[in-house]
């Protein structure tokens, strides 16, 4: 990737720097969790809110802009593993499309809690309602990474573009970035997905983050669906600086992607737990930090431990390395026996060089 290709190692989304400087970004998915209503949806952005989220993100479409209304062959989900075996497809996204008129009550929400809205959307026409709303930034899901044209006309609107990897191999990766930054795109960042629903840990490949790093020379964050928080901590603890998890109010209140969904209280932690896990990366460091300056005192030198009188001998009787540090470091125990000293010591005298003749 050349100079003109390369992207900003950060970005910002409505005035909030994210990067690897600051802590990680917290986006609560609703997808399809509002349940069909809208009072509950505005329920889920206040839940949001409260358990410290960054950003409440959306999905824009409609079951005719996702899929054709047929109830056949490869339009009828096959894998008997799937949460949704059985279902079309139009029926599927039918039930979890966020109806567009509830948009502006829920950006609305969204910024009198001051919790950032954005939303993926999946055709041309989404970008365009998106717009009119002042979204401040945008998705592309896992599964329309591959879909160029879209890219283009997302990237066009020049705000900061969050893209899911899953399935992408690296040559698409490549092609969908190379395109985002040919249509406009100056901010991105490449979110490491695995496009199945629960994910498992197994499959997660975290290591793949720093990777992408250093390939496309941006910001790289997880858009997760294991359940729980260990995959979203251990991600922040790889460099990555954004993590998208599904959010519900309530597992057993069912919806499409409940299974896999966070619960308050467990964004509530993913929350504190990201941030401790960033605050925790640091630099590379050795030496003891200024905090640990002083607990040196605490390390092992080498003390006199009985009386002893002048001309005396060092030996194992009267020479250890114990606690506390102010004597000479451990590594001169054995040089030091069978030296004499030059003047009494008293039993807790710290060696030093001065007490040999």
């Known amino acids: 990737?050349?100079?003109?290709?390369?992207?900003?190692?950060?970005?910002?989304?409505?005035?909030?720097?994210?990067?690897?400087?600051?802590?990680?970004?917290?986006?609560?998915?609703?997808?399809?969790?509002h349940n069909q209503s809208l009072e509950r949806a505005l329920k889920i952005v206040d839940k949001a809110a409260e358990a410290g989220a960054d950003a409440l993100k959306l999905q824009t479409y409609t079951a005719d802009s996702m899929t054709l209304d047929l109830q056949e062959k490869e339009f009828l989900i096959s894998d008997p593993q799937s949460l949704w075996y059985g279902r079309s497809l139009y029926d599927l996204y039918r039930e979890a499309a966020t109806p567009w008129a509830w948009h502006e009550p829920i950006f609305k929400r969204c910024r009198e809690?001051?919790?950032?809205?954005?939303?993926?959307?999946?055709?041309?026409?989404?970008?365009?309602?998106?717009?009119?709303?002042?979204?401040?930034?945008?998705?592309?899901?896992?599964?329309?990474?591959?879909?160029l044209p879209l890219i283009e006309k997302v990237a066009a609107t020049g705000k900061p573009l969050i893209m899911?990897?899953?399935?992408?191999?690296?040559?698409?990766?490549?092609?969908?970035?190379?395109?985002?930054?040919?249509?406009?795109?100056?901010?991105?960042?490449?979110?490491?997905?695995?496009?199945?629903?629960?994910?498992?840990?197994?499959?997660?490949?975290?290591?793949?983050?720093?990777?992408?790093?250093?390939?496309?020379?941006?910001?790289?964050g997880l858009s997760d669906h294991t359940r729980g928080i260990g995959a979203a901590i251990a991600a922040v603890a790889l460099g990555a600086v954004m993590v998208e998890k599904h959010f519900t109010l309530n597992r057993e209140d069912?919806?499409?992607?409940?299974?896999?969904?966070?619960?308050?209280?467990?964004?509530?932690?993913?929350?504190?737990?990201?941030?401790?896990?960033?605050?925790?990366?640091?630099?590379?460091?050795?030496?003891?930090?200024?905090?640990?300056?002083k607990s040196l005192i605490f390390r092992r030198s080498l003390y006199i431990t009985r009386d002893m009188e002048k001309g005396e001998i060092l030996s194992p009787l009267n020479l250890r390395a114990i606690r506390p540090g102010l004597g000479l470091p451990p590594k001169f125990y054995q040089q030091l026996l069978g030296k004499k000293i030059n003047q009494p010591?008293?039993?807790?005298?710290?060696?030093?060089?001065?007490l040999l003749g």
């Open 1 to 33: 990737m050349n100079d003109d290709q390369e992207l900003s190692c950060r970005l910002k989304i409505a005035g909030r720097e994210i990067g690897p400087a600051g802590p990680p970004f917290i986006i609560a998915e609703m997808s399809g969790n």
């Open 113 to 147: 809690l001051g919790l950032l809205c954005f939303s993926t959307p999946f055709n041309a026409e989404a970008v365009a309602f998106l717009e009119d709303l002042q979204a401040p930034a945008y998705k592309i899901a896992s599964f329309e990474n591959i879909d």
């Open 164 to 220: 899911s990897t899953g399935m992408a191999t690296l040559s698409e990766l490549d092609e969908a970035v190379r395109c985002a930054r040919k249509s406009g795109c100056r901010e991105l960042v490449l979110l490491k997905c695995t496009s199945s629903y629960p994910a498992s840990p197994e499959d997660s490949n975290l290591l793949t983050i720093p990777h992408l790093q250093k390939i496309f020379n941006c910001p790289v």
């Open 254 to 293: 069912g919806g499409v992607d409940a299974a896999f969904s966070l619960e308050p209280a467990e964004l509530r932690l993913l929350v504190s737990e990201a941030k401790q896990a960033g605050k925790a990366l640091g630099r590379i460091s050795y030496g003891p930090t200024e905090k640990e300056q």
């Open 345 to 354: 010591a008293q039993k807790g005298t710290p060696l030093s060089w001065d």
